[in-house]
């Protein structure tokens, strides 16, 4: 509804330039939002105080010039009025919202998908787990995040690519080769006398376990601890795969950091910022002024030893992004990693690319709760909760709404108890709940040999419920598009949980009050309410779509409606 707005009032700015009646030599870019109160009406903008000073008018006498002469030929508006300095609020006709209902009947599961994007290529990385153990909750929420952004971005007209970058070089394979190392060496020792693991490794079941399943082809490996681990590594990133697929998750590409080695793209990254002038030595090190473009200190490249820091396969890394030519690089990166966006986008100009196109979201931590009290976690030590746990208690449907319950930005308490439990109390369950009692009503209606028709009479849906729920169904577009333009998916399930209790309000009426039932015996009403309903489940579905959530057709036997 708000682009119709949008075009309503572009088509009277036009037709207001044309006729003399503003001084403007181009029409600006037309803000419209939602009223914070409903008595405010459903939309509002600020276009005339917008335009005041451009036209050298007061801006209550522009709003007036825009009312009188609204382009409005399907009737969309019931009622304009400015308000404040220069505000113009609208009201929107009941046609245009049953317009709106027939439009969601008509598009189905196609309803809600915008050209916001038209077709730009987006680079969308995340997970980016070291393939060194399994995966555990915070690497979760990143997935969750990044895969419900995925699919916002591809429903609102964005080229989606989904890529992880594989940690598959450096220390923590050299790690990874010792521990495996060492637990190959318990199998072969008697009982009791092997010695204690090496500090600093990796520890745990999985690792006994892998060790046992793949004993010939790690012992084939040799001694040498990176060949070991590469070899380790192979096998456990698989079992990440696993892992991310069982939360349907799944990616276009695997980038391994280890072909930046192998392809010579590092030398080649620092060949290019030393030609540019932007390396420099010092105390033995190699550095980077990234100081030149605004980070606040300038970073080593390569160290007194001759490794290379974190940061320098990152910048080739990137550089093999922008090679690729996308429109926007997203990442989404774990809070601890903040520190390095200002550096990396750095090393980008350096490099001659355009900064602004690289995005970097950084998700915060999760806190596991049980029983009320907090999961400890330590990976090292091998007594972390993976995911694969998680998913395996909570089940995948919860598992990635409850990822989803707070902005990427906002630390999560992950309420386990909670996100098993099979009552309203669960937000998923409660929204999952809704679809399947509208499914149980077109049941219902078969039963009865009632079928659905097309071109009912919306206008019959008068009671002030239905009447919410159409204007909550026609704000769907909006919901996807404010998600994909703030890069915020969880807007999605808030506006999903608002559509349930809405939903839930109004069936719960007709138990009490007949003007409330779906089916009846005026067909006529009863093809409205179906229609509807129609409605409801087609946006529940596309939603949960988009959060990778499955849209039950029926709930457990004990709590299906009565």
Sequence with gaps: MREKIVKILQDTLHACIREGLLSLEEAPEISVEKPAAKAHG????????????????????????????????????????IAGPGFINFTLSDSAYQEALREILKEKEGYGRIELGRGKRVLIEYVSANPTGPLHIGHGRNAVVGDTLARVLSAAGFQVSKEFYVNDHG????????????????????????PPPPADSYQGPYLEELVEQYRSRLEKA???????????????????KDELARLHIEFDHFFHESSLYESGEIEATLHELKEAGYL???????????????????????????????????????????????DLYLNIWGADHAGYIPRVKAAMEA?????????????????????????QMSKRAGTYVTLQEVVDEAGPDATRFFFMLRSASAQLD???????????????????YA?????????????????????????????????????????????????????????????????????????SRAKSDGRYRV????????????????????????????????????????????
Excluded at 222 to 240: F, H, N, S, Y
Excluded at 356 to 363: F, H, P, Q, S
Excluded at 455 to 477: G, M, Q, V
């Design 414 to 432: 992950f309420d386990l108890d909670l996100a098993k439990k099979e009552t309203p109390d669960n937000p998923v369950y409660y929204i999952q």
């Design 351 to 375: 490099l001659g690319y355009d900064p602004e196109k690289l995005k970097v979201l950084t998700v915060q931590m999760v806190n596991l709760k049980r029983g009320g009290e907090r999961v």
């Design 222 to 240: 040799g001694d040498d601890p990176i060949r070991v681990g590469k070899e380790a590594g192979k096998e456990l990133l698989e079992r990440i």
């Design 519 to 562: 089916l009846s015996e005026d067909a006529g009403m009863s093809q409205a309410k179906l229609s509807l309903a129609k409605a409801l489940k087609i946006v529940f579905l596309n939603g949960l779509t988009i959060l990778g959530v499955s849209a039950p057709e029926e709930m457990r036997a004990s709590l299906k409606e009565d």
């Design 435 to 507: 679809h399947a009692r509208i499914a149980s009503i077109f049941r219902k209606a078969a039963d009865a040999g009632v079928a659905l028709k097309e071109n009912a009479d919306l206008s019959l849906l008068t009671l002030p419920e239905e009447k919410e729920l159409i204007h909550r169904l026609a704000e769907y577009p909006e919901a996807l598009e404010d998600a994909a333009k703030e890069l915020e998916p969880h807007r999605i399930g808030f506006y999903l949980l608002d559509l349930a209790k809405a939903f839930q309000t109004y069936y």
């Design 42 to 81: 459903d939309f509002s903008t600020n276009l005339s105080l917008v335009l005041a000073s451009r036209v050298k008018r007061k801006p209550r006498e522009v709003a007036e010039v825009v009312i009188r002469h609204l382009q409005d030929p399907g009737h969309v508006i019931e009622k304009s009025e």
């Design 280 to 326: 420099f030595t010092e105390e033995g090190a190699a550095w980077f002024r990234s100081t030149a473009f605004g980070d606040d200190k300038d970073r080593v490249l390569i160290k007194k030893d001759g490794s290379y820091t974190y940061f320098t396969p990152d910048a080739a890394y990137h550089k093999n992004k922008f090679e690729r030519r996308f």
């Design 171 to 194: 220390v923590q394979i050299q790690t990874l080769g010792r521990s495996v190392l060492y637990y190959l060496k318990k199998l072969q020792s008697p009982k009791g006398e092997t």
